[in-house]
């Protein structure tokens, strides 16, 4: 995956066109390394929200879809992950299936 200095990717933040796409399976990497990123500098904070278990390639492919995974990207460099699902029964267990997607 070809990934630029944080730094860089901010200054061009404003000139830069996001483009959000569903992953393939050859993706899966990219979308876990965004998510381990992500985890190590909560970690590092003190606000510990992932594992490194649980944001593997092998843990989310147990968990979701390739379909539910989305890759955020700035001129073709992935910078987000996001996981789009149709309900989530941890967090709202009675929300009605149709109604609402959760991010």
Same mark, same amino acid.
């Given at each position: 995956?070809?990934?630029?200095?944080?730094?860089?990717?901010?200054?061009?933040? =404003?000139?830069?066109?996001? +483009?959000?796409?569903?992953? #393939?399976? $050859?993706?899966?990497?990219?979308? *876990?390394? &965004? /998510?381990? !990123?992500?985890?190590?500098?909560?970690?590092?904070?003190?606000?510990?929200?992932?594992?490194?278990?649980?944001?593997?390639?092998?843990?989310?492919?147990? =968990?979701?879809?390739?379909? +539910?995974?989305?890759?955020? #990207?700035? $001129?073709?460099?992935?910078?987000? *992950?996001? &996981? /789009?699902? !149709?309900?989530?029964?941890?967090?709202?267990?009675?929300?009605?299936?149709?109604?609402?997607?959760?991010?």
């Amino acid at each position: 995956m070809q990934r630029t200095a944080k730094l860089d990717v901010w200054q061009r933040v =404003e000139t830069a066109k996001m +483009e959000v796409s569903s992953i #393939s399976f $050859d993706q899966v990497d990219d979308f *876990s390394s &965004i /998510l381990t !990123e992500a985890a190590d500098w909560l970690y590092g904070i003190g606000k510990e929200m992932w594992t490194a278990q649980q944001v593997s390639a092998r843990s989310l492919l147990s =968990e979701y879809t390739t379909d +539910e995974m989305f890759l955020g #990207s700035l $001129d073709g460099i992935p910078v987000s *992950s996001m &996981i /789009l699902q !149709e309900e989530d029964a941890l967090f709202w267990p009675s929300a009605p299936k149709g109604e609402s997607l959760f991010l």
